[in-house]
């Protein structure tokens, strides 16, 4: 699965993440958390391509990918849905699964658009509306399939509950347990901690671009000098 | 009636505005260049057409191989003159366009000659009566109709497959569309070349119209096609078309009751002027 090694990234002359070390194990979920500005984001938009690699290895199924540009990547099976979304606002749902889809033939997109479409039913209501005019909700369940419709082996999710109601967070993480026993590793970055913990099999805390802790989630529920220093729990 | 007669007339040249600004509505929202140089394929393409023509007397071929060498044109232009300085301010691309439309110009001067190109026998000059005795020259007529068609094909090619929502998806977030695959190079090449072989189609039809193609055909175009796209809400394709055609007739009008004042050019920029001091978002800004 993925493996990064010593991972240093960020832009131009700011450095995001030093020496960040993590092995994720295939078909669990892995919390990345911490507070704002940690370079969660920048992780993930490292391990996607689009964030310089300043130093160190970025393994996947323990090949170098760090030089490869970010239309191979998600061609080895790696996808996200970023920070803030990112949707195709002015294209209907149903164009942004296909965006999301392209890599693959276009005979397979019925079947794989109607896979996302039973994680998440609500989609296939506003299928004709535009991605501007979705509630907040509606906006990350689309993100989510947005990148499903690449077929990853690996998805990344940036703030999965940034904003939403508790209801729809509900949904999303049963989203998440479902992807997981289909045999999808899930990397999620994630402020909502408790959340996150309650999920998630393996955590890494980062603070300034480093990491403060990292190991399996019963360990950093149970720790609660982690808990009360990192993650804001009591 | 004249009044009909104008808005016909109008709906003619803003026909012919509407093909060449949706090239640079393409690369504009792109790449956010305002590519002057895109008048130099129009100006390619009119010698091509009558060229051809004139050679083999065919003008379905004749308008095939101006699109085909002006889209090609205008890949190469995007390749070697833009693509090398992505990365710098987007003033830099416009400097480059400039310089690069002038030696356009010249080059054509110095290849086909100051005076221009004639076709030796111009086709579609026949007189047609419509609406009740509207007189179009055939080639008027065609233009519309051949803009129409073309605008349609190229809206049901960017909404119903894959490549145009691939393109349009690029357009609203590069990276994100990067990020599943998409390769911007293709799109651009492709916006490119489907832009460009518009210009090429347009200036095949003002080689129709006028019987005349010379060096410097594509200059007041050019400005005139820049003024469009920034009167119909920079990037928006609709808005593009919209203040395209209603250009052409607001010249129309113009070039009758302030033909004694203004020349036509000085007609259609003072109302651009006017529109951007009211409205600087543009006519049809949605955003």
């Known amino acids: 699965m993925l493996e990064l090694q010593q991972l240093s990234c960020g832009y131009a002359a700011f450095q995001a993440v030093h020496e960040l070390s993590l092995t994720l194990r295939p078909g669990t979920i892995t919390g990345l958390l911490g507070a704002n500005g940690a370079g969660k984001s920048s992780t993930l938009m490292c391990v996607a391509g689009h964030v310089a690699r300043q130093a160190g290895h970025i393994l996947f199924d323990g090949q170098d990918i760090g030089t490869l540009p970010a239309t191979e990547r998600v061609r080895r099976g790696i996808s996200i849905s970023p920070e803030g979304r990112r949707l195709f606002k002015d294209l209907s749902v149903e164009d942004n699964l296909r965006v999301g889809g392209v890599i693959h033939p276009a005979r397979h997109f019925v079947r794989d658009r109607d896979r996302v479409l039973a994680l998440f039913p609500r989609l296939g209501e506003r299928l004709h509306s535009l991605a501007g005019n979705l509630s907040g909700g509606e906006q990350q369940m689309l993100a989510i399939g947005r990148a499903l419709m690449a077929r990853p082996r690996l998805i990344m999710i940036d703030e999965l509950s940034l904003g939403l109601m508790p209801k729809v967070i509900d949904l999303c993480y049963q989203a998440l347990r479902q992807l997981r026993s289909e045999g999808i590793t899930v990397l999620l970055v994630e402020q909502n901690t408790e959340r996150a913990l309650a999920v998630a099999d393996d955590i890494c805390v980062l603070e300034s671009g480093r990491t403060v802790w990292s190991g399996r989630a019963e360990d950093a529920r149970n720790d609660p000098s982690l808990s009360a220093a990192y993650l804001g729990l009591h | ?287």
């Not at chain 2, 301010?89 to 400039?98: C, D, E, G, M, R």
Request: aromatic residues 10%.
């Open chain 2, 1 to 287: 009636m004249l009044a009909l007669e104008l808005v016909a007339q109008g709906l003619v040249q803003g026909s012919i505005y509407a093909l060449i600004a949706l090239g640079l509505t393409l690369v504009y929202g792109l790449l956010r260049i305002l590519h002057v140089a895109h008048a130099a394929l129009f100006t390619l393409g009119a010698y091509v057409g009558v060229m051809v023509y004139n050679a083999t007397g065919n003008l379905p071929l004749a308008f095939a191989l101006a699109m085909v060498v002006a889209g090609l044109a205008g890949v190469a232009t995007f390749r070697l003159a833009y693509q090398p300085i992505l990365s710098q301010p987007p003033f830099v691309a416009l400097i480059a366009s400039i310089g690069l439309y002038i030696a356009a110009e010249e080059t054509f001067r110095v290849v086909f000659g100051a005076s221009g190109l004639s076709f030796a026998t111009p086709p579609l000059q026949g007189q047609v009566a419509l609406f009740g005795g509207i007189q179009f020259k055939t080639a008027e007529l065609m233009v519309m109709l051949g803009t129409a068609l073309i605008i349609a094909a190229l809206g049901w090619l960017q909404t119903r497959t894959r490549v145009g929502v691939a393109c349009q998806a690029t357009v609203s977030d590069p990276q994100m569309a990067e990020s599943f695959g998409i390769s911007l190079r293709k799109v651009r090449d492709i916006n490119f070349f489907v832009g460009s072989a518009l210009a090429g189609f347009a200036g095949v039809w003002v080689a129709l119209l006028n019987n005349l193609v010379e060096p410097t055909m594509g200059s007041v175009p050019s400005y005139k096609a820049l003024a469009i796209i920034v009167l119909g809400g920079l990037g928006s394709v609709r808005g593009t078309l919209a203040a395209a055609l209603v250009l052409g007739v607001v010249e129309a009008f113009g070039t009758i009751y302030l033909g004694k004042l203004l020349d036509r050019n000085a007609i259609a920029f003072a109302f651009l002027i006017l529109v951007l001091m009211l409205r600087p978002q543009g006519l049809f800004a949605t955003r």
